[in-house]
């Protein structure tokens, strides 16, 4: 009996994790990614080439300013895969080919709903860092959403006798929508009243939960916001970035409860969680290549090293990523060997902050510093403690004399024009008297 998904072998895992990215790109990624087939043919890149993970590392990682250079959002449709019905019965597996044929023989709708299912994009989550940037899942992407999410449950010790409230935001992103995956595939009750605190206070009074997921930077607030909870919760999901500060006020407040976290990076598809406080987070080999660049240089980290977090999905269609720059900068290297829970998948060591600074290689602050009166610029991101959303604060330090407002201004329209957002804060620095 072959091993499951989290026990495999390291020879049986490299072998899964190679085979699969040898179809996702030379039946899919290459064949019908208007990005990545003009973008390898510019490099001079053969995809019958690409057959390991070490083969994959020779592809330089791509982020949202190489797709959207102009800051247009709209240009992220050329990572959308361009499947038509042809190439579907190109790209399906030999059981799968044979279902559609045998659809098409019978007659009615069943052969056209099987290509559309694999081909046609039907959902969209948020990601972005610069700009806000569609996500397209097809039918048959949101049910390998939804087996990930089976496994996200099991790793987090959880069953579908859980009850999860979810107190992260209702919207399109995949901190919502991971949930919503986890709770689909585990066949777990789960209710999203949102960050609301009325509504979220209402729901925990109408059922015994037993997991409650609050969004890291808020949850010790929320919690004191709500007062009492359910006797029956056990677990809370810390959903975002780890933070030690916000688990240790967590546990303060519920000592009967786990604090585990949950985090996805925005542009992906899956959330990865813990088994134990401070274990690591659970990856899926099978499902994502991730790898580690310079945050700074985009070069390959070295062994051991750490460095930004680079994703490449395997077995998704729509908006597939190939070697994707998550903005994710870890502070160790991910762990591979066997964990404490006897999965030996790699792991995701719980301390990691989010990018900090625009990719220098973009140039923003050496631009913000060729306005006629600015002396120095540097370009910050941060989460606001409010909701956990991106900011992106300007600091600008400005000539003697020059005035105030106009340096703001200024500011402000060259970071539109450079990323395609509007700066969420500028901070001048009074110049030297």
Known sequence: ????????????????????????????????????????????????????????????????????????????????????????????????????????????DGYRQRVEAATRPVSYHF????????????????????????????????????????????????????????????????????????????????????????????AAAMLRTLGAVPSSLTTVLLVGPPDEDARAAVADLLPQARALV??????????????SPGSGLVTYPDLEVLDLVNPTTGENAGPGEPGELVVTQLGFAGTALLRWRTGAVLDQAIVHGIGADGRTVPRIATGFGLAKAVDPVHGLPDRLRLLSDVSGARVERRRSERDGAEQLVVHVSRHPGADAGAVAVAAIREVRASLGRHATQVVLDDPPS
């Open 127 to 218: 990601g972005g860092r610069t700009v806000t940037l569609p996500i397209a899942s097809t039918r048959d992407d949101l049910d390998l959403q939804a087996r990930a999410g089976a496994r996200l449950w099991t790793v987090l010790g959880l069953t579908n006798a859980d009850v999860l409230v979810s107190g992260v935001p209702v919207a399109s992103r995949l901190s919502h929508l991971g949930l919503q995956s986890a709770a689909l595939g585990s066949g777990a009750p789960a209710l999203f009243p949102g960050d609301d605190a009325d509504a979220l206070g209402e729901t925990l009074g109408l059922v015994p939960a037993t997991v409650l997921a609050l969004p890291t930077a808020r």
């Open 262 to 275: 949950v985090w996805g990076p925005d542009d992906g598809r899956v959330l990865y969680g813990e088994s």
């Open 1 to 108: 009996m072959a091993n499951p998904w989290d026990r495999r072998t390291n020879a049986e895992q490299t072998k899964v994790r190679d085979d699969a990215i040898a179809r996702q790109l030379q039946t899919l990624v290459g064949p019908f990614s208007p990005f990545w087939r003009d973008r390898l043919q510019q490099m001079g890149v053969r995809i019958r080439d690409i057959t390991s993970a070490a083969a994959l590392q020779a592809i330089p990682a791509v982020g949202e300013r190489d797709v959207c250079p102009t800051g247009d959002a709209s240009q992220a449709a050329r990572l959308v895969l361009q499947v038509d019905e042809a190439g579907w019965a190109l790209t399906a597996g030999a059981v799968e080919f044979r279902k559609g044929l045998a659809a098409r023989t019978r007659g009615g």
